[in-house]
């Protein structure tokens, strides 16, 4: 399977475009937002000492981040593909229905790698032997370092970014395994290589949506404070832009001011803080549709 480079360059590049899918937007904020929801519930469980119950929300959490991140791939496979977008609610339906085909190559390609990191730790331990120890550590050392910076290369760059679009593609868990041998076989050069651009395009889209979102909070904290008369320190107008909830706001020494207009503060700069994570996460997804797309088109 060869790819001409620079046709998958462009639709790798052609990437950044992933925010205009609404659809896709939509179906993400609201995964992330309800996730974060969760993961607050399950804090607050755990502050309670409830283990169990923080266990459960924070378990909800991962399946919520996990099915929603599958429905919007799912929609961007549409639009990389140039299908007309599915609806969000038939996307969640077939994520449900699809999901566990992710979660079983994943699983696969982890206890691969699981073994061989078994076999390394006792090639390790082996070489407290006497007399074999010294020569089997000179060998096992640059093999180990060898192996393990090579499986951590290839989940970053091809099995973590793959395995889903494979699977929005509509392969089952076998071919997506098919795939991704095949792809390190004969192909991971050029995979790694759009994967680059992919990740550019990440880092390039977060610094814009870091830069919109600090100078935004700076200048609006200002303009609350001075020109609205607005009585809220300006750390916490900007908390919720951030990250920050009532509970961590408290925590950093600093405890929840303002009462309903306080709180409307944190609501609000949440919002801001997962548009600013989504939008990347769109830009991530999508390139990897397209690699996954440009990679599997003969010439």
Do not use: K
């Not at 991140?69 to 961007?76: A, E, F, I, R």
């Not at 550590?137 to 290839?154: E, H, K, M, N």
């Not at 390190?184 to 759009?194: F, I, K, N, Q, S």
């Not at 609000?268 to 088109?297: N, S």
Request: one cysteine or more; hydrophobic letters at 60%; glycine letters at 12%.
């Amino acid at each position: 399977m060869s790819t001409s480079l620079l046709p998958a360059l462009a639709r790798v590049l052609a990437s950044i475009d992933a925010p205009r899918n609404l659809r896709a937007l939509y179906a993400l904020l609201s995964a992330f937002c309800f996730a974060g929801l969760l993961v607050a519930m399950a804090q607050s469980a755990l502050a309670r000492d409830q283990a169990s119950l923080g266990s459960l929300w924070m378990g909800l959490a991962l399946a919520v981040a996990f099915f929603g991140v599958n429905t919007t791939g799912l929609m961007l496979m549409d639009q990389a593909r140039g299908l007309p977008v599915r609806d969000p609610q038939d996307a969640l339906f077939d994520a449900l229905r699809s999901g566990h085909r992710v979660l079983l190559a994943l699983l696969a390609c982890l206890a691969l790698a699981a073994v061989g990191t078994a076999v390394l730790a006792a090639l390790l331990w082996a070489s407290r032997w006497p007399w074999i120890g010294a020569p089997l550590l000179a060998v096992v050392l640059p093999t180990g370092v060898l192996l393990l910076g090579g499986v951590a290369f290839v989940l970053v760059v091809l099995v973590g970014p793959l395995a889903g679009p494979a699977v929005w593609a509509g392969q089952h868990s076998t071919g997506v395994l098919a795939f991704l041998r095949e792809r390190l076989r004969h192909g991971l050069p050029e995979t790694a290589l759009l994967m680059a651009a992919v990740y550019l395009l990440v880092a390039l889209t977060t610094a814009a949506a870091s830069f919109i979102v600090v100078s935004g909070g700076q200048l609006l904290a200002g303009l609350a404070i001075l020109g609205a008369g607005i009585e809220l320190p300006a750390r916490q107008l900007l908390a919720g832009v951030m990250g920050l909830g009532p509970r961590s706001l408290g925590a950093s020494g600093m405890p929840l001011q303002g009462g309903n207009l306080g709180l409307a503060a944190l609501i609000g700069g949440g919002v801001v803080f997962a548009l600013a994570l989504v939008l990347p996460t769109l830009v991530w997804l999508r390139g990897c549709c397209a690699v996954y797309l440009a990679v599997t088109e003969r010439e």
